[in-house]
Structures are given as C-alpha cells and as structure tokens.
C-alpha cells in the first residue's frame, strides 16, 4: 500500500501562513498531484493541484490567491503554501496523486492520512 506523508499542519491565527509538504515513497514524475481538504461534517473538497512538470497548477475558487502548491520532483514531495489563513479554511488536509488531471478526488489513486491545519479568530 502506497502511502503519501503530509507534515506541517498546526494552530495559526487568522490572517497566518502555513506551508505543507507531502512526501511521494518513491518517484514522483508520473503523477498529477492534488492536495484535499476535510472539515467536520463537510464532504472532501479540492483544494489545489499541479502537474507532472510542474508547469499547470489549478485551484478551488475558495483559495484562490492566497494558496500555492509547487512540488520538487527531486525529492518526491509537494508543498502547499497557505497564506492570508481564514477560519473556514481549518480542515484536515490531504495530498493525494494520481495519473488523472482532475478535481475528483474518486479519481486518485493515493493518499496521505493527512494533517491539521487549525485557524484561530
């Protein structure tokens, strides 16, 4: 079983940054890369994604300009930079890869189990 391990999470303030990483146990250059989201009682939604190269990235309309996902095939990881944090942006949050270029998390293939990311008012 492939499993993806995501670090970073943690308590911030409203108006905070956070910068997550995902690291890939093994190469990376074959997968599309997303990163998932998870609030209490709330269906899993995209947050952001990114090609094999790198050169596409793509967001949810909720994060928009405030996120950035990047990944460094080197060293089998993908980051998401969160930055102006929100409340509502308090989740538990997945990496996740896959062959597909989509939004629906059906359609990836692994996953991390995921980190905490809290967001203080």
């Known amino acids: 079983q492939v499993q993806l391990v995501e670090s970073g999470g943690g308590l911030v303030q409203a108006g905070g940054s956070l910068r997550l990483s995902c690291v890939f146990p093994g190469p990376i250059r074959a997968y599309n890369l997303a990163w998932f989201r998870q609030a209490p009682g709330k269906e899993r939604e995209f947050v952001a994604r990114i090609s094999r190269t790198g050169i596409r990235t793509d967001y949810g309309d909720s994060v928009k300009g405030r996120f950035a996902i990047s990944r460094d095939n080197a060293k089998s990881t993908v980051y998401l930079q969160m930055n102006s944090l929100k409340p509502e942006d308090a989740a538990v949050y997945y990496c996740?890869?896959?062959?597909?270029?989509?939004?629906?998390?059906?359609?990836?293939?692994?996953w991390g189990q995921g980190t905490q990311v809290t967001v203080s008012s």
């Open positions: 996740a890869a896959g062959t597909a270029w989509t939004t629906n998390k059906f359609e990836y293939d692994y």
